[in-house]
């Protein structure tokens, strides 16, 4: 199953496209071919997080801060794992896909926001050597309409 990119949002989509452009022909783009000039239109939205243990683990290397505004909780240079609530089975899978499927994943669902539900989109794409996931970029968009529908970690068609 797969998620086709009319699915994606705006920004959500150009991230995908710039993606794309940077892999070229490769499976993936590697890390290096991001400067953090180029992610000008994605800032406050993103997450870089590199595996740890052969995917067991993922520890977030920049944390976003906008979609978090007002929660006291810095997960810089922490893990999914580190997070010690009902996300933490959520990351783990959602990251997971994409360090094994090596392909962008998608995936928005319902999460609980200390009484409230909040829906959060999310585009993560690999990035990687020789096959080799080394990173993942994971973009999240705060949804302000009604979900139709929950969609859990699907890799994206190209």
């Keep these: 199953m797969s998620v086709t990119q009319e699915t994606l949002k705006e920004k959500e989509l150009s991230l995908l496209r710039f993606w794309e452009d940077r892999r070229g022909d490769r499976l993936m783009p590697e890390r290096s071919d991001f400067l953090a000039e180029d992610l000008f239109p994605?800032?406050?939205?993103?997450?870089l997080l590199?595996?740890?243990?052969?995917?067991e683990d993922f520890r977030y290397t920049v944390f976003t801060t906008r979609t978090l505004i007002g929660v006291d909780k810095d997960m810089n240079k922490k893990c999914v794992t580190d997070w010690g609530d009902d996300r933490v089975g959520y990351g783990l899978r959602l990251y997971r896909t994409v360090f094994n499927e090596k392909q962008p994943v998608y995936s928005a669902i319902p999460e609980r926001y200390k009484e409230d539900l909040v829906v959060y989109s999310r585009i993560c794409l690999p990035l990687?050597?020789?096959g080799e996931v080394t990173h993942i970029l994971s973009m999240l968009?705060?949804?302000?309409?009604k979900l139709g529908r929950e969609i859990p970690p699907t890799v994206i068609a190209l």
């Design 128 to 130: 990687g050597v020789s």
């Design 50 to 55: 590199v595996p740890v243990d052969g995917g």
């Design 141 to 145: 968009t705060p949804q302000e309409e």
């Design 42 to 47: 994605w800032i406050g939205y993103l997450h």
